[in-house]
């Protein structure tokens, strides 16, 4: 099989992320009318670094109870917007001194119910960033999937990863992270010149594209902007979908596909 066929076969996988891992995690009516739930899927997807997913996730919910806690509503954001006003958002010493810090420290860990307190204060200051980009989104009604999307419909995809590499504690990986499923849930326009911001390059991506000729040991082992580059130059010329194709990597690597799909 040569490499223009096993990339079509990593694409193809795409289809079981989006049934399997995009679709039970996301509502789009939620996402495009729940200011809470769009800001949580965004901060989300920053909480999902270099650590088991399952710690992550108890990590993010801790800040979601913490924070519907401290609003006692979800439509109260008018709460955010006071606390941004009396400065609380305004370093990291007066962040951790915050009501919500408090409250969010104050839970109990229940792993039953999946809930535990945000007791990394890098999680704590990428909360603190993402809530800074959330308050300046008035014209948006403060819904970080409005903003995105008008931002990408209006081909300004540049613009908005940049913002979102400003917000603490998000890299790379985790602004194309986003926006890749972004752009795939609301199937938003994409030029060639965009790719470069929807291709999260992870252990699983560079694994698979290694197995399969795309990327060699070495540039495996190159900065993470080099297999960018090669991933995007060969979803070009094979006219694949660069998203489909990360995606169906990740997918694959993530359930331990690799030996039985592309034997050594």
Partial sequence: ????????????????????????????????????????????????????????????????????????NKKNIE???????????????????????????????????????????????????????LLELEDSDYNVTKYTNDKINNGNTSELYKEILDID???DKTACFYLRDMICIFELPMRESDYEFIQPIDTWVKQVSERIGLISRDESKRPNNIVKQKINEA?????????????????????????ELFPR
């Fill in 235 to 259: 979803c070009i010329k094979f006219k694949i979908s660069p998203i489909e194709y990360n995606q169906g990597a990740w997918y694959i690597g993530k359930k331990g596909l690799l030996d």
């Fill in 169 to 171: 504690y998000y890299g």
């Fill in 1 to 72: 099989m040569d490499l223009h066929h096993k990339m079509r076969k990593v694409a193809e996988f795409s289809n079981q992320y989006i049934a399997q891992v995009l679709k039970p995690e996301v509502k789009t009516n939620s996402l495009l009318n729940d200011w809470f739930e769009a800001f949580f899927w965004f901060a989300g997807r920053a909480f999902y670094r270099g650590r088991r997913d399952e710690l992550s996730s108890q990590f993010l919910n801790g800040a979601k109870h913490g924070i519907l806690n401290f609003l006692e």
């Fill in 79 to 133: 709460r955010l917007i006071k606390l941004k006003e009396a400065g609380f958002l305004d370093d990291s010493k007066s962040w951790e001194g915050s009501p919500i810090v408090k409250e969010i420290r104050s839970l109990a860990i229940d792993k039953e119910n999946n809930r535990r307190p945000v007791n990394n204060i890098n999680d704590r200051k990428l909360l603190r960033g993402a809530l800074k980009f």
